[in-house]
């Protein structure tokens, strides 16, 4: 058995004294893992890192098998991934993320969400978003996707503001006005087309509503707990725009 294809390294583990089982999220054959022989030299560490864009070969003597990978760099994205908490976190959450799907079921539209993500995740102005449309998109892959085109109430398009906890669907601000102490909220940034940038309140906002669903659908059905990198992330998103808040601060004051 033998294929070629491109992926983004998630990570890695020992194996042996000199390998290394590397996890990867490839374009064609979904997270798949393989052997790297030598993967622990000094040449192979630096392209074994998460983050990392890498060609692979994968050779197994049957298809079941945990088989050989071979990798070559095509874009190095580690070294500036591991400056921002932020990047090292928001990286470590999107691959715990795709660790909830199954192994080798091939998911293209993810891996090219996830190139795009890595190609700005060390924008820490960017990464809140970045990560809630993609927790938008997991949900999505795994039969659980939001339906926030349209108010579920009206049909109407127009000040969608709400989701309801039960059916996942949007709400309009009129419609949900009587029970918005039950809704969640929906943030306007993540509404299709509308072009807004969100503020750290709608981001708050929106990793609650991914976050309830998550828990809902996925976390307490299989009985496992969020991912510690995703409380991470959101505090590293914090640290970051409280930084930012008190730069803005002191400008105004001089």
Same mark, same amino acid.
């Given at each position: 058995? /033998?294929?070629?294809?491109?992926?983004?390294?998630?990570?890695?583990?020992?194996? @042996?004294?000199?390998? *290394?089982?590397?996890?990867?999220?490839?374009?064609?054959?979904?997270?798949?893992?393989?052997? +790297?022989?030598?993967?622990?030299?000094?040449?192979?560490?630096? +392209?074994?890192?998460?983050?990392?864009? +890498?060609?692979?070969?994968?050779?197994?003597?049957?298809?079941? =098998?945990?088989?050989?990978?071979? #990798? /070559? #760099?095509?874009?190095?994205?580690?070294?500036?991934?591991?400056?921002? #908490? +932020?990047? !090292?976190?928001?990286?470590?959450?999107?691959?715990?993320?795709?660790?909830?799907?199954?192994?080798?079921?091939? =998911?293209?539209?993810?891996?090219?969400?996830?190139? !795009?993500?890595?190609? =700005?995740?060390?924008?820490?102005?960017?990464?809140?978003?970045? !990560?809630?449309?993609?927790?938008?998109?997991?949900?999505?892959?795994?039969?659980? @996707?939001?339906?926030?085109?349209?108010? *579920?109430?009206?049909?109407?398009?127009?000040?969608?503001?709400? !989701?309801?906890?039960?059916?996942?669907?949007? $709400?309009?601000?009129?419609?949900?006005?009587?029970?918005?102490?039950?809704?969640?909220?929906?943030?306007?940034?993540?509404?299709? @087309?509308?072009?807004?940038?969100?503020?750290?309140?709608?981001?708050?906002?929106?990793?609650?509503?991914?976050?309830?669903?998550?828990?809902?659908?996925?976390?307490?059905?299989?009985?496992?707990?969020?991912?510690?990198?995703?409380?991470?992330?959101?505090?590293?998103?914090?640290? =970051?725009?409280?930084? $930012?808040?008190?730069?803005?601060?002191?400008? $105004?004051?001089?």
């Amino acid at each position: 058995m /033998e294929w070629r294809d491109e992926g983004i390294i998630l990570g890695t583990r020992k194996h @042996g004294e000199t390998s *290394a089982i590397l996890e990867v999220m490839t374009r064609a054959h979904g997270r798949h893992l393989g052997l +790297v022989r030598g993967g622990r030299s000094r040449k192979q560490q630096p +392209v074994l890192q998460p983050g990392n864009r +890498v060609d692979l070969l994968w050779r197994a003597r049957l298809d079941e =098998h945990l088989g050989v990978f071979q #990798a /070559e #760099a095509i874009e190095m994205n580690a070294a500036r991934l591991m400056d921002s #908490a +932020v990047a !090292v976190y928001g990286l470590q959450t999107m691959a715990a993320h795709l660790r909830l799907l199954p192994e080798r079921d091939a =998911h293209g539209g993810l891996y090219e969400a996830l190139a !795009v993500m890595i190609s =700005h995740l060390d924008d820490a102005d960017a990464a809140g978003e970045l !990560v809630a449309r993609f927790e938008l998109l997991i949900l999505d892959e795994l039969g659980f @996707g939001l339906d926030l085109s349209q108010c *579920a109430a009206t049909g109407s398009r127009q000040d969608l503001a709400y !989701v309801s906890p039960k059916s996942g669907r949007a $709400v309009s601000r009129a419609a949900g006005e009587p029970w918005r102490d039950k809704m969640l909220a929906l943030p306007a940034f993540l509404q299709r @087309g509308s072009g807004l940038r969100a503020d750290p309140a709608a981001l708050e906002d929106a990793f609650r509503l991914t976050g309830f669903f998550f828990a809902r659908h996925v976390y307490e059905p299989r009985g496992i707990e969020a991912p510690d990198a995703r409380a991470g992330f959101l505090a590293a998103l914090r640290r =970051h725009q409280a930084a $930012v808040k008190a730069i803005a601060g002191e400008t $105004v004051g001089q």
